[in-house]
């Protein structure tokens, strides 16, 4: 079983950058996937980014080419390195990892507001 934990969350300006990350308190083995997703006041939850276990890596079109994702698997860590941030970005973001295996699980963080001000 995985818990996650975020950080890096914040108040920035727009135009600046901000990294956030997620730590899996589990042992890891399993994971197929690790991603971030976003949820703004009264809007769905959107992905922005994921990463596979293979490093097979997919970002939203409204990230792509500003943020990045990746993943240290001896740390059991996900990355967001989020430049060039807009005030459309400000959300709620939340870490996943996807296990697959007997037990198979679908875990979510408890999520860290980014907030960019114009």
């Known amino acids: 079983q995985e818990q996650l934990v975020e950080s890096g969350g914040g108040l920035v300006q727009a135009g600046e950058s901000l990294t956030l990350s997620c730590a899996a308190s589990g042992s890891g083995f399993g994971i197929i996937a690790m991603g971030w997703y976003r949820q703004a006041p009264r809007k769905q939850r959107e992905l922005v980014a994921f990463?596979?276990?293979?490093?097979?890596?997919n970002y939203a079109d409204t990230v792509r080419g500003r943020f990045t994702i990746s993943r240290d698997h001896a740390e059991n860590t996900v990355t967001l390195q989020m430049n060039s941030l807009k005030p459309e970005d400000t959300a709620v973001y939340y870490c996943?990892?996807?296990?697959?295996?007997?037990?198979?699980?679908?875990?979510w963080g408890q999520g860290t507001q980014v907030t960019v001000s114009s």
């Open positions: 990463i596979t276990a293979g490093g097979i890596k």
């Open positions: 996943r990892a996807v296990v697959a295996g007997n037990p198979s699980g679908d875990y």
